[in-house]
């Protein structure tokens, strides 16, 4: 095979990168593809197009923060608009130290608590 023709650049990359294409082998938890990193990318693309219109510093970095906290909520399967609800209702009462029992994966398992207190255990009928 000719060196510098494409199918053997492609080859050469592939076994240059051998060790890391085969991370998700030794560890179940690492996906084989990065499909959900390459959707929030979007996200964040459209984001940055829309920062254009922010107004000044303060309002970006709001911005930013709102984006954060709703891709980690899409990310735990949580819904952005209870959890912001929420967030906004109970913040001004929270201590410092209870912030991080805020942030969204720490919230659902709270939520989920929450929600199993009042409605009990199941029962299925078979």
């Known amino acids: 095979m000719q060196k510098n023709r494409p199918m053997a650049e492609a080859i050469n990359y592939t076994l240059s990168q051998w060790a890391e294409l085969n991370v998700f082998c030794s560890d179940g938890a690492v996906p084989i593809d990065n499909n959900?990193?390459?959707?929030?990318?979007?996200?964040?693309?459209?984001?940055r197009k829309n920062s254009l219109f922010v107004g000044n510093p303060r309002g970006g970095r709001t911005a930013a923060i709102l984006a954060s906290l709703t891709s980690t909520c899409r990310r735990h399967e949580v819904d952005p608009q209870l959890y912001l609800t929420q967030l906004l209702m109970n913040l001004p009462q929270a201590k410092m130290s209870e912030l991080s029992d805020w942030l969204p994966d720490?919230?659902?398992?709270?939520?989920?608590?929450?929600?199993?207190?009042?409605?009990?255990?199941?029962?299925s009928n078979q």
């Open 36 to 47: 959900v990193s390459e959707r929030e990318m979007k996200r964040i693309i459209l984001n």
């Open 106 to 123: 720490q919230w659902k398992i709270r939520h989920l608590a929450r929600i199993a207190t009042f409605t009990g255990p199941s029962t």
